[in-house]
């Protein structure tokens, strides 16, 4: 069906910054600049600028990030991961990939780790905690770096849905050991395909990651410094998102005008639970808004038949699949946010009436 307002609308976003969209193509095919070359470097400056890291390193993927980062940690057969209940999947998967155990802890409120119940899943294997900053809302880093210097724990970030968000003023992606980013064409920074990166201070997960990207191979050399992996950010793709991040900080502006629109306008509506924790310290960038429903599927449904686009992530927690063999020690609020869980259309292509559109539909679902 033909909604009348996407969830996301790439087309009209190319159009918003085609001119230099279309002037960084030319210069990359003009130059024939395709693997490892400048535009590479100028993006990887500014995005650790950006997150305030003295590193970049671009990857092709946002799971490519985790799993450089547990491989650069030196984590594997024999260690535990602390990894949130409710995530997307890749946080989980890297980890059961490098041959280490994903030990699993329920979310709060905020859709993040509950950071009341992670002391209680550590036990004397575990190596690392991997937080979640989901949505574009970062999970209490300052309780994480705590726990983690109490009992040892690599800090790994997946930051993969929280580019600009900070706690105090310091940037996602800038705490831990690394921070994980996906430049996934639905990320609030988003390629025209795969792509993502790790951000650190310290040069050596720097100089691994740059030298595992390209098969183990120090580019100037040519020594091999292991058996690496071919997962490096393409040239052209580094080229638009270096456009694309110059918006971001406008584009963040514009989103954290739709949420406090639809804030405003659902406020009243008791059985919905908003994306808002009103804790100043922490600055809220809306890569997804949320919202919470008693009313499950029939909420989701009725937006989608007139026209709303909405998304769901997810109603099956990815440990109820079978197939990944995880264990299952109980989540109650991962299954009750599971039921009820709709993100509502934000990004930076709607315009004002589609805004209205939403709140309006949304409205007369309530019978308002
Ligand atoms: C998107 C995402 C990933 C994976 O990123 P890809 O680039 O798709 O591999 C990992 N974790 C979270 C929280 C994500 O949202």
């Known amino acids: 069906?033909?909604?009348?307002?996407?969830?996301?609308?790439?087309?009209?976003?190319?159009?918003?910054?085609?001119?230099?969209?279309?002037?960084?193509?030319?210069?990359?095919?003009t130059k024939g600049d395709l693997i490892d070359r400048g535009h590479l470097k100028s993006f990887e400056e500014n995005l650790a600028r950006f997150v305030g890291t003295?590193?970049?390193?671009?990857?092709?993927s946002g799971y490519d990030a985790l799993h450089m980062s547990l491989?650069?940690?030196?984590?594997?057969?024999?260690?535990?991961?602390?990894?949130?209940?409710?995530t997307f999947v890749a946080t989980c998967s890297a980890v059961v990939?490098?041959?280490?155990?994903?030990?699993?802890?329920?979310?709060?409120?905020?859709?993040?780790?509950?950071?009341?119940k992670i002391e209680e899943a550590i036990t004397s294997k575990t190596r690392a905690i991997i937080p979640v900053h989901l949505n574009g809302y970062m999970a209490d880093m300052p309780r994480i770096m705590e726990i983690a210097e109490k009992f040892n724990l690599v800090v790994i970030e997946d930051a993969c849905q929280s580019l600009g968000s900070s706690i105090d003023g310091k940037g996602a992606g800038s705490w831990g050991f690394t921070g994980c980013w996906s430049f996934y064409p639905f990320k609030i920074l988003g390629g025209y395909g795969d792509g993502g990166a790790i951000t650190t201070n310290d040069p050596d997960v720097a100089l691994f990651a740059r030298r595992m990207r390209y098969n183990g191979e120090d580019r100037e050399t040519g020594e091999y410094y292991g058996h690496g992996f071919?997962?490096?950010?393409?040239?052209?793709?580094?080229?638009?998102?270096?456009?694309?991040?110059?918006?971001?900080?406008?584009?963040?502006?514009?989103?954290?005008?739709?949420?406090?629109?639809?804030?405003?306008?659902?406020s009243d509506i008791s059985d919905l639970m908003l994306p808002h924790y009103d804790n100043p310290r922490f600055d809220h960038?809306?890569?997804?808004?949320?919202?919470?429903?008693?009313?499950?599927?029939?909420?989701?449904?009725?937006?989608?038949?007139?026209g709303v686009e909405v998304l769901i992530q997810f109603r099956k927690p990815y440990y109820k699949h079978e197939a990944l063999k995880l264990t299952d020690r109980g989540f109650p609020e991962t299954e009750a946010l599971s039921r009820e869980v709709c993100s509502l259309p934000m990004n930076v292509e709607m315009d004002d009436e589609q805004i209205e559109y939403v709140i309006k539909t949304v409205r007369t679902f309530y019978g308002l």
């Open 71 to 86: 491989r650069a940690a030196g984590i594997g057969q024999g260690d535990e991961v602390i990894v949130p209940a409710h």
């Open 1 to 29: 069906m033909a909604y009348k307002v996407r969830f996301v609308n790439p087309g009209k976003n190319y159009l918003m910054i085609k001119d230099e969209i279309d002037r960084s193509y030319f210069d990359v095919m």
């Open 54 to 60: 003295k590193y970049a390193v671009g990857l092709n």
């Open 285 to 306: 960038v809306y890569q997804n808004y949320v919202v919470r429903s008693k009313q499950g599927d029939a909420f989701s449904d009725y937006l989608k038949k007139n």
């Open 230 to 266: 071919t997962c490096l950010l393409d040239n052209l793709q580094a080229a638009f998102l270096d456009v694309k991040l110059r918006h971001l900080p406008s584009w963040i502006v514009r989103r954290k005008q739709i949420a406090e629109r639809y804030r405003k306008a659902f």
């Open 97 to 116: 990939n490098v041959g280490a155990t994903p030990v699993l802890v329920d979310v709060a409120k905020d859709f993040n780790i509950d950071v009341n």
